[in-house]
């Protein structure tokens, strides 16, 4: 079974993102993925493009304050993922038509769909504990939600 701590990049944690919308979050949690080395530079602007095409086709913000934008990339060599949080909120033309306050962005190799399901189903199956999207939403550092990660792998939450 793979776990949060497989894929979640603690370096591509962004405890306070800064931007107020969903297309600067998605920027940040990129350069955020890309800064870590999850991700060359120069795939960086085709990242980005592929992800907000992707939302302007469905959101990806699935309610209940949390959206899970994804993109798979043959560039990619290793699935990465980051976790942003909003204290604001986001407009994320979520489903539930409610503010984002936890973003979690996947990078996946295109040539592992079976990889990029799972991670998909683990975060999905966390999201889905109210416990834990609060204690997400309340985190303001990356520790606290590096910490959260490991509690949620070891099904204490």
Known sequence: ?????????????????QSQDRDGAIVEMVDALVAAGCAPKTLRQDLIQMIVDREKKGSTGFGKGV?????????IKKMAAGIGVSAKGLDFHALDKAPVFSVFLLLSPANKPDEHLQAMENIFSHLQKDTFR?????????QQIADLIEEADAQQI
């Open 67 to 75: 959206a899970v934008p994804h993109v798979k990339h043959e560039k």
């Open 1 to 17: 079974m793979i776990k949060l701590r497989d894929f979640i990049v603690p370096e591509a944690i962004v405890a306070q993102l």
């Open 134 to 142: 609060r204690f997400l939403r309340q985190s303001t550092t990356r």
